[in-house]
């Protein structure tokens, strides 16, 4: 059996989300082909370091992310820093052709961005984002049926992220509230709805877009006694025309009163139409145009689809049949990255969709700043 060795760059809440993928592998998936061992966390202070290395029982805590990307013992480098953090340990990684798991976003900015596609030239490694909502069989089985032709042509689309992490004006200031780290809901939930519509529904060819900040400030996470400026943004709603002219409104929200962590999405077409209700991870809702209607209404209507946690060999636990949660998809999503290191077949997303997505942030932003419409075509 192979052993790849891990290295996990941030070890705050997505770092513990990641350990415990690389983890539990072997739990939920029946194979003798590979396994990982997480051998060194970086943090940005020795006590945290530490602290997470002793956690998951990896053998060397470090301060400094080179000693992860430039390590010839390091076979995979995973990026769980503030967005702003995430540009050079990227291009390290790049340089010595570590394979890379990275989450969302790729960077804090465009610019950023384009200097790792550049990078990416000469890269040979695997590469994948963290954009686990992609990895729900019940997202999968959406894409599934939209490639197969189910619903026919798309003539339009609703999708969403909601939470309401941001409704209280006390909240305080933390990286994911500064535009300066690369925050703000477009980044942070934006990039997650923005990728999974486009990934079910078809390139983005235009947009137009609003942005809001609730409260001009907030408690500073410092020193909650005083109160500094807010500067990204805390809810988005695009709208977003396809190549094919088919439109959809995409919306993220952190100040959705009541909202836990909510995606939804509804895709209609011209024979059928599929959707998810919010945080029903467990159905895909399918209507199809060619059932009879008669007599009575006969068979047409909205059909249930129990997709639960059927996912395809080697996965097998727990049953197909329990109700599904959230860390269940960054599993799936992990271990198709490391399925694709052990084959040398990347399926992705991979950093170039990093980029692409990045891309979309720059332009939701662009036209929420301008009022106008701006084009995202590839």
Known sequence: MKTYRVGIIGFGFIGKVHAYGYLNLPLFYDQNDFRT???????SKPETAQKGAAQIGAAHAVTDFRAITDN???DIVNICTPNHLHCDAVLAAIKHQKHIYCDKPLTATYEEALRIQT????YRGISQMTLQNRFFPVTMRAKQMIDQGAIG???EFRGAYLHSGSSDPNTPLKWKLSGEAGGGVVADLGS???????HLAGPFAS???TAHIAYPDRPSAADPSKRVAVDAEDNMLATVRLASGAYGNISASKIATGTEDEVSFEIYGSKGALKML???WHHLYYYDCSASAKPLG?????TAIDCGQRYDAPAGFPTPKAAIGWIRSHVHCLYTFMNSVHTGKPIGPTLERGVRIQLLIEKVREAAASGQWVSVAE
């Open 119 to 122: 990078a990416l030239k000469d």
């Open 37 to 43: 061992e997480i051998t060194h966390v970086c943090t």
């Open 72 to 74: 010839p013992d390091i």
């Open 278 to 280: 919010p945080n029903d």
């Open 153 to 155: 042509d798309i003539l």
């Open 192 to 198: 997650h709805i923005l990728d999974l519509l486009e």
């Open 298 to 302: 006969g068979t047409r209507g909205w």
């Open 207 to 209: 947009l137009t877009a």
